[in-house]
């Protein structure tokens, strides 16, 4: 607002050119709205520890029947999650994310976490599922967060998280699916798949199918598979054009870990556009996401080559 020094008092429209602003969406991270004893309102910033009478969302005011900008314009390669969810309100919303204690799956339930969203971390790794909702409640401990254990190497742990989750009752509009390897040495999970294959994508894949009865249940929902622009280096049909399902879980010999991460990377669109067709008319929308050219995370840590090239270029790349 602007404030007349002259005649004292303030006004939204801008002395010159007219144009009117105003307050919109929720308070940014990290505050809250409180009430003091004369039913006053004033704003709490849990971040740098202070209090205020002075509503923060002055700093994000709009325009008045502004013309919407074009996405292009609005953001781009360097924005945040933290800066598209601004004044977002997502506490009716609940949230799987597969892969959820590290790296983009991290960054993705934090952010979603502190729009008031109900988020379950899928992970391998109980513990360090657990610690890593301890972390996002050190930022807001009102976060609604929770680590259930969830194996993709294992259709039985597919299986059993999906029978877990249901039995809360809950509805699902939100299921993204994250968790992927990449570099790993050849070698078979217990349901004799190669193991590339099954993580980033039967596993999925399966988990999808299990839950298709709630996110139907629950729409609007939709699907986010993390996929890579890798997809187009690589092929999946033989000779004749058929598919090969040589190709997708491969034997020893027949084995490269990059084109097997390719390969599974290319399933991902496959069946997140076939995903969309289907269920696309019951309120259940899905798309493929491409997070950034070697965009820094822990995702290279099975080769000290693959390490080594991740950190030579991590200077010129996106940055969690």
Not at 270 to 280: D, T, Y
């Amino acid at each position: 607002f602007f404030y007349s020094h002259l005649e004292e008092k303030t006004q939204w429209e801008h002395p010159k050119s007219g144009k009117r602003k105003r307050v919109a969406g929720g308070l940014p991270y990290g505050w809250e709205q409180e009430t003091d004893e004369n039913g006053q309102v004033y704003f709490v910033d849990h971040i740098n520890k202070r209090t205020t009478y002075l509503d923060p969302r002055l700093a994000f005011t709009v325009e008045d029947n502004p013309v919407k900008p074009a996405t292009r314009q609005k953001y781009d390669g360097n924005s945040t999650a933290m800066e598209i969810l601004q004044g977002r309100d997502l506490s009716e919303k609940v949230v799987i994310i597969t892969g959820a204690n590290s790296g983009i799956g991290f960054e993705t339930a934090k952010s979603l976490a502190l729009h008031g969203a109900y988020i379950i971390l899928a992970c391998r790794n109980a513990s360090r599922g657990n610690d890593a909702v301890q972390r996002i409640l050190a930022e807001w401990h009102k976060a609604k967060v929770e680590a259930m254990t969830l194996d993709l190497a294992s259709l039985q742990s597919v299986q059993h998280f999906a029978e877990a989750f249901k039995s809360k009752n809950v509805p699902l509009h939100i299921l993204i699916c994250n968790a992927a390897v990449f570099g790993v040495p050849w070698c078979l999970t217990e349901d004799d798949l190669e193991s590339t294959f099954q993580v980033n994508h039967l596993g999925h894949f399966y988990l999808v199918q299990l839950l298709e009865d709630v996110l139907r249940r629950s729409s609007p929902a939709r699907v986010v598979v993390v996929s890579s622009e890798s997809h187009r280096f690589t092929e999946i049909k033989d000779s004749s054009g058929k598919l090969d399902f040589n190709l997708l879980s491969p034997s020893k010999k027949e084995y490269w870990a990059m084109l097997a991460y390719n390969r599974s990377k290319l399933c991902n669109i496959l069946f997140s556009n076939e995903l969309n067709r289907r269920l696309s008319p019951h309120g259940v929308t899905s798309n493929s996401v491409h997070p950034g050219n070697m965009i820094y995370s822990s995702i290279h840590r099975n080769w000290w080559v693959y390490t080594l090239l991740f950190t030579l270029a991590r200077p010129f790349t996106k940055s969690m």
